[in-house]
C-alpha cells in the first residue's frame, strides 16, 4: 500500500506539472495576441493619421 501511496503522489505530481505548464502556455499564448491586436491597432492609427 505504501508503494502505491507513492505512485500516486508522484502521478499527481506529474498531473499538476502538466496543468501548470498548459496553464503558462495558455497565458503566454494570449499574451502574444494582445500583443499583436496592439501593434494592428497602432499601425492602423499610424496610417490614418498619415493619410489625414
Known amino acids: 500500500l505504501e508503494s502505491r501511496g507513492v ?9 499538476e506539472e502538466k496543468l501548470l505548464a498548459e496553464a503558462q502556455a495558455r497565458e503566454e499564448e494570449h499574451s502574444r495576441y494582445l500583443v ?7 499601425k492602423f492609427h499610424l496610417h490614418v493619421d498619415f493619410i489625414q
Open 7 to 15: 505512485l500516486l503522489s508522484e502521478e499527481k505530481k506529474m498531473y
Open 36 to 42: 499583436r491586436k496592439a501593434l494592428l491597432a497602432l
